[in-house]
C-alpha cells in the first residue's frame, strides 16, 4: 500500500480502512491517508515525522504522543474563517480534502530562520522573560524584542469570522463515566445494572481504551462490554465526547465533536455538554512519561505507547530500526509489537539494574537483545534520529555503544490522568513504588450533601494494568528515572528537554532551584514549564521531580501544579454557542419597534431594549435629525415609544405604607386619580431610579421606572417585601410588556388626541399630574399627564397588542400638525433644557437627592425610608459635596462630556485640585447654544462664577455657573 | 435533508391571568372562578381548554383562550374582591410557542438548565432559555414555552436554531 | 457552580437561574441608630471560611428569596430555608451540626421559628 505512503506497514491498523484512501495536503503537498487515520498517522505514513518547530527555540519537532497529550505535533488546519490554529495532528481525525500548515517556522518547516533562536539558547535561560526586562533599554529594544516578536504566540489567530456553528446541551444524569477505555466500560455496566441513567464520555471515536492494543483478547473482552451496555436502555455511550473539567456540585463541561473539519454536514461543528452529575467515575486512563536524555527532542524520539498505537492501530512505522529505552516493563509491549510487525529492534535498553518479568522474558525469547543498567546517553541527528549513543544508566554519561536507528521508544513509567479528580479539590497520594501520584480515595471531591462527587477506576486510579479486566498477568517494578543517566553531566542537561513545546528544559528547572524557586507554581512560572498548550500532561510530573532533586526533598514535598480546566482546549465557539450574531443577546423590541425600522430609526441600546435614538432623514446627520425633532415636538407635536418605561402595580392595604418606604417622598397620601414623581434611593442613601407614580385605587399603585430599572426596581421591592417586611400585606407585579405607552408631546398634543376621540382630555377633566382611564380612538387607554420635556405632554398606555394600531392612528391624524416621531436624544436634550435629572448622567451610584437640589421630592414628615439614616452620615451633610447647577460655556463650544472643573492647588499626587464635573452636556436646538448641568462644590451659592474645564490638547473650556432651568422657567408650557 | 427536531409555531390566541393571592385561603374561591382544580406546587391543571398554573407559592397563572380573558378576568377580580389579592390581564406581555415532534426535549435540552426530561407530566417549570426568562409545560406531543413579548424574536430564533435538522442529541 | 433547591417551589436550579444576595440574617438599622450600628449594618460582613448564611433569589423560577447554610470552603449545602426568619430556625442548625459538630451560632437568641407569612 505505498499510495498511503512509504511507512504504511503492509498489514495491520486496526482502526484504518485500507479501501478508503483519503487525499490532503500538507503544506501544500499532496499526500494519502487512509479512512481512520488521524493527521499525525498520516504524516508518519508517508515519511513526515518533522511536524512543527518549539516556541521558544523553533526546534524541530515531531509527535512524541499519539493522543491528547501530545504537545508538538500541533498544525493549523483549514482556510479563512475555518482557519484553526495549535490542532494536535494525534487526535484530528484525516478527513478527505483537508489543507494543513506547519506553524511557527518560516520560510519552510525544514529551513527554519528562526531556529537561530537554539544558537542563543544560552541567552534564553530559565526566567528570560523575566530577566530581560530588567536589562538596559536599548538592549531590548534593538536586540531582544525583535527576537522576541517573531517567536512570541503559538500559530497564528484567524482573522475571519468563524463560519462553523455550535450549540451546547443540559443534561442531568446519575452517573457519568469519563473515559471509554475498560475500566470505564466495566464501572458504566455495574452502575447501569442498578437502574441509574449512565453516560460514557469516551474523547476519541473508538471505546476501548488501550486494551485492545495492549492485550492479547482485548478487542473481544471490549466488545462484549459494550454490546452488552448498547442493550440497556439507560446507558448513553458518547464517542468523540472530551469532559474538560468537573465544577462544583458535580457540574461537569463535555466537548462533543460532531463535525469537526466536515463543513458539509450542515449540522453543529462541536457541541458543549453542560451536565449535572450525580457522581462521576474517573477512568480517564493514565499518560505515558517521557524519560530525560540527552536529546530527547530529536523528532523520532516518542513515547512507546505511542510507537506501538502507531504500528497496531494504524499500520504505520513510526521508523524501521527502532530503539526501546525505559525503567518498567510496559514499554517491552511496544518492542514485540515492533518485532510482530517486522520491525527491527536493535536494543531495549532497561534502566534498571535487573528486567526479569513476564514481557522482558518474552522479548527475550524474540531474540532481542535486552541491556540493564543501560541508558541514553545521546541522540545523533537533527531534524531525525540517526543514531542513538549507549552509556550505563548508573553513569555519569560515558559513551559504550553507538547503536544506527531511526526512532526511539521511550517510557519513564506512568501517570494516572487525575484531572477531572483534582479540578474540583480532590487530593493526591504519591506512590513511591509506582513512581506516580494517584488519587487518595479518602480526599475525594465533594459535593452539595458534602460526600464523595468522584471515584477514580482503572488506570486513573493508580491501577495501571486493570487486571481484573484485561487478565494482563502482573509487572515488575518500575525504577524512578528522573534524569537519565542519573549521573548526567551539566552539558547533557542542557539537552534534556522537560517542556517540549516551551523548551524547557533539565537545566532550566535545575538554575530555577538554584535561584530560589522553591515552589513548584512559581517554578513553573518562571521557567514556563508546563504553561504549553498540553497543559503539563507530559511535562508536569518529570518537571517536579527534577525540582524536588534540586531542592533535595521528597517529591510530595513539592507536590504538583494547580490542576485547572479545561483538559484540553475548548475553542471559543463551544463556550459562545448560539450566542453570536442575532442571538447574540436577547434583543427586547417594543411593540412599534417594526415601524421605528421602517422609518429609517439609529437605535440606542438601553440595557438588552433597542429605542431610537433619532429618525434621521434623508441625507441628515443625526444631530440634524435630533434637532429637527427637537423644534417639531416644541412647535407642534411630537410622539415617543414609551413603552419601555418599567411599569409596576403595587397592591395591599400596605401598599401606601410599602411605597413610602421605597421613595423618599410620600406616596401614601398621594390620591387616586393623581400622578407624583418619585425618588428612589438604596440603602446606602444613593439615588437608584427615579419615575412618576400614579394611584390607580384606593389599594392600587402603578409606579413608573426607568427603561434600565424595571426589573431592578421590581426585584427591590420583592427584596424589601419578602426579606424584611414579610408580614406587610402587599403584592407586586412588574407589567413593564403588558403595555405599549406612547409620549405625545407639543403644544398640540391635546388637539391631536382629541381627534382620535374617546375621552375627555381638557385640561379642567385631566389637569397635570392626573391619570385618566377611557379608550382613544377606540382602544382602551390609560392616560397620564406628565411631562419630561417642559411641554403639554400626555403619556398614552393601551395594551401592547394595541400599540402599534394607536402609533399609526396618531400619526395619521396629525400629519397636517406635522407630527414627528422623536427618539431618546431629543427626549435627553429636551429634560436638559428643563433642568431635569437623569438616572444614570446626573447620577452615578454615589450621588444622593440633595445633592442635585431634589430636597423638595424628599418628606420631612417621614420617619424612615430607604436611605434616610444613610442620608444623615456626616459626609452626606457635608456642605462641601458637590451640587447640581447649571453651566453657561463662555465661548459658544459645548462643554465635553464629564469634564472636570479645577480647583486652586494640587493633591497628594502632584493632581490639580478639582471642584466638579460636567454630568450632560448638549447644544440645545431650542436655545441655539451649548447647556450643560454638572455637579459643583458650593455650586448653588456660586451663581456668576466662572470655572475652568482643562482638555488636554485644546484650550481649556469656561463656563458660568447659572440655574440649570434654561428653558421655560416658569413652566407654564406644560399646562398647553 | 432531513427533518427538523421539531415543529415550532408561535401561539398568538392566548390569554394569561396572573393572580396573586394567599392560594391557602382563596383556592377555593380562585378554582371556582377559574373553572380548574387548583394545581399543587409547580404542576398544571387543565380542562384541555384552560389551563392554570402553579407559579410560586402565591401566584397562579391561568391560560386560556384569548375570548375568554375579559370574563375570567372579571369573575376572578370578583371571587378575589374581599382577599388581598391581585388578578391582572398580562396576556399582552408574553409570547408563547409550541414545541412539538419526537425531539421537541432535544430542542429544550439545548437552551434550558432546567432537567426537563423528568419534569413530571403536569409539571411546569420556570427557567431559563439560553439567556430570557421562560415557563415550559407539557401539551400532548410536546411543549409550550412562554417568554415576554420583547424577546419573541429571540425566543423564536434560539428554538428554530436548537432544532436545526440533524442536531439531535441521540448518541452517534 | 452551585445547585441550590428552592425552598418556595421545591425546583433544583443552578447557579445561572439564582441570583445571589449576600449575607443573611442581618439585621436593619435605620434612623435613629448609631453610626456604629448603621457602619456595621451597612458595611460589616463575616466573609467566614466555612459555615456562612446567605441569600439567593430564585430569578429565573419563582421569584422568591430563600436562604442557604452553606460552607464556603467545601460548598455542602447544609440546608435552604424560608427567607421569612430572623435565624436560622432549629432544623437548619441540627443540620449543619450533623455535618460540623464543632460549630458554634455566633447569635445569642432562640432561634424562633419561620414568622407567618401572608405570602407563605
Ligand atoms: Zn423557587
Known sequence: MTQTGPFRLSSGGRLIDRAYPLPFRFDGRQLRGLRGDTLASALLANGQMLMGRSFKYHRPRGPIASGAEEPNALLGLGHGGRFEPNQRATTTPLVGGMATTSQNCWPSLTADVGAVNSWLYRFFPAGFYYKTFMWPRGFWKHVFEPVIRRSAGLGKAPTEADPDTYEQAYAHVDLVVVGGGIAGLTAALDAAKSGKSVWVLEQT????????????????????????????????????????????????LA???????????????????????????????????????????????????????????????????????????????????????????????????????????????????????????GI????????????????????????????????????????????????????DTQSMFAPDPNRPPTGADGKAMASCVGAASGDLLVADATGAAAESAIMPVWVMPTHATRKMKFKMFLDFQNDVKVSDVELAAQEGYHSVEHTKRYTTLGMATDQGKVSNINGLAVLSGALNQPIPATGTTTFRPP?????????????????????????????????????????HWRRPYCYPQGAESHAEAVAREIRAVRASVGTLDASTLGKIVVKGPDAGKFLDMMYTGMMSTL???????????????????????????????????????????????????????????????????????????????RVLLERLGGMDLSAEALPFMGWAEGEIAGIPARVYRISFSGELSFEVAVPANRGLELWEKLHEAGAD???????????????????????????????????????????????????????????????????????????????????????EGVNGNGQRNVQGRVTSTYISPTLDKPIAMGLVRHGPERMGEVLEFPVAGQESYKARICDPVFYDKEGSRANG | MAEALARISQIDDLGMIQIRADLGRAGDAIAEAAGLALPGQGRVTTDGSRILGWMSPDELLLVLPRAEAAQALAALQDALSTEHALVLDVSDMRAAFRIQGDK????????????????????????????????????????????????????????QGAALPGSQLDPR | MLTLTCPCCGVAAEETELHAGGEAHLKRFGPGSSDAEFEGYLFARKNPRGVHFERWRHAYGCGKWFLAARCTATLQVFATYSAQTPYPPAEVVAAIRAARPDWQPDWTETPTTPAESPNA
Request: aromatic fraction near 8%; hydrophobic fraction near 40%; glycine fraction near 10%.
Open chain 1, 205 to 252: 471515536p473508538h471505546f476501548g481504551g488501550r486494551t485492545p492494543t495492549d492485550h492479547a483478547d482485548g478487542q473481544a473482552r471490549v466488545d462484549a462490554l459494550i454490546a452488552e451496555l448498547r442493550a440497556m436502555p439507560n446507558v448513553n455511550l458518547r464517542r468523540n465526547t472530551m469532559a474538560t473539567g468537573l465544577y462544583d456540585h458535580g457540574y461537569l
Open chain 1, 671 to 749: 390620591p387616586v386619580g393623581k400622578c407624583r414623581y418619585g425618588l428612589i434611593c438604596n440603602e446606602n442613601g444613593f439615588l437608584i431610579d427615579d419615575g412618576v407614580a400614579a394611584r390607580l385605587s384606593e389599594d392600587t399603585w402603578l409606579v413608573h421606572t426607568t427603561t434600565g430599572g424595571a426589573d431592578r426596581m421590581h426585584g427591590h421591592f420583592e427584596d424589601w417585601l419578602q426579606c424584611e417586611w414579610w408580614d406587610w400585606q402587599v403584592y407586586t407585579a412588574n407589567v413593564t410588556e403588558q403595555w405599549a405607552q406612547i409620549a405625545v408631546v407639543g403644544p398640540k398634543a
Open chain 1, 817 to 903: 400638525l406635522n407630527i414627528t416621531p422623536y427618539g431618546t436624544e431629543a427626549m435627553h436634550i429636551m429634560r436638559a433644557e428643563k433642568g431635569f435629572i437623569m438616572i444614570g448622567d446626573e447620577t452615578d451610584g454615589t450621588v444622593i437627592p440633595q445633592d442635585l437640589g431634589m430636597s423638595w421630592a424628599i418628606s420631612k414628615k417621614k420617619e424612615d425610608y430607604i436611605g434616610k439614616r444613610a442620608q444623615q452620615r456626616s459626609h452626606m451633610t457635608d456642605p462641601d459635596r458637590w451640587k447640581l447647577v447649571g453651566l453657561e460655556s463662555l465661548d459658544g463650544r459645548m462643554l465635553p462630556d464629564g469634564v472636570y472643573a479645577v480647583a
Open chain 1, 380 to 431: 545523533k541527528g537533527g531534524q531525525s534520529v540517526e543514531a542513538v549513543k549507549l552509556c550505563a544508566h548508573s553513569g555519569s554519561g560515558e559513551v559504550t555503544e553507538t547503536i544506527e536507528a531511526d526512532c526511539v521508544a521511550m517510557s519513564g513509567g506512568w501517570s494516572p490522568v487525575v484531572h477531572l479528580w483534582s479540578h474540583c479539590g480532590g487530593k493526591l497520594n504519591w506512590s
Open chain 2, 104 to 159: 421537541a426535549l432535544h430542542v429544550l435540552m439545548k437552551l434550558c438548565p432546567a432537567d426537563l426530561a423528568s419534569m413530571p407530566q403536569d409539571g411546569l417549570r420556570r427557567t431559563r432559555a439560553a439567556q430570557a426568562a421562560c415557563g415550559i409545560w407539557r401539551e400532548p406531543g410536546g411543549y409550550v414555552l412562554i417568554g415576554f413579548r420583547s424577546v419573541a424574536d429571540y425566543l423564536r430564533g434560539l428554538l
Open chain 1, 567 to 607: 483538559y484540553t482546549p475548548l475553542t471559543l465557539g463551544t463556550i459562545a454557542a448560539e450566542a453570536r450574531g442575532e442571538l447574540f443577546q436577547p434583543l427586547r423590541k417594543t411593540p412599534m419597534h417594526g415601524w421605528h425600522q421602517a422609518k429609517g430609526a439609529y437605535w440606542e441600546p438601553v440595557g
Open chain 1, 255 to 377: 466537548r462533543e465533536a460532531l463535525a469537526d473539519h466536515d463543513p458539509n454536514a450542515g449540522i453543529p461543528r462541536q457541541r458543549l455538554w453542560r451536565i449535572r452529575a450525580g457522581h462521576v467515575v474517573v477512568a480517564s486512563g493514565a499518560l505515558e512519561r517521557p524519560l530525560s536524555f540527552a536529546g530527547n527532542d530529536v523528532p523520532g524520539v516518542m513515547l512507546a505507547s505511542a510507537v506501538r498505537d502507531f504500528i497496531g492501530d494504524y499500520g504505520v512505522a513510526p521508523g524501521r530500526r527502532i530503539v526501546v529505552v525505559t525503567n518498567n516493563d510496559d514499554a517491552y509491549r511496544t518492542a514485540l509489537a515492533a518485532l510482530d510487525a517486522g520491525l527491527e529492534v536493535p536494543v531495549i535498553l532497561d534502566a534498571r539494574s535487573s528486567a526479569g518479568g513476564a514481557l522482558p522474558e518474552a522479548a527475550r525469547a524474540r531474540g532481542i537483545r535486552v541491556l540493564t543498567d543501560a541508558a541514553i546517553a
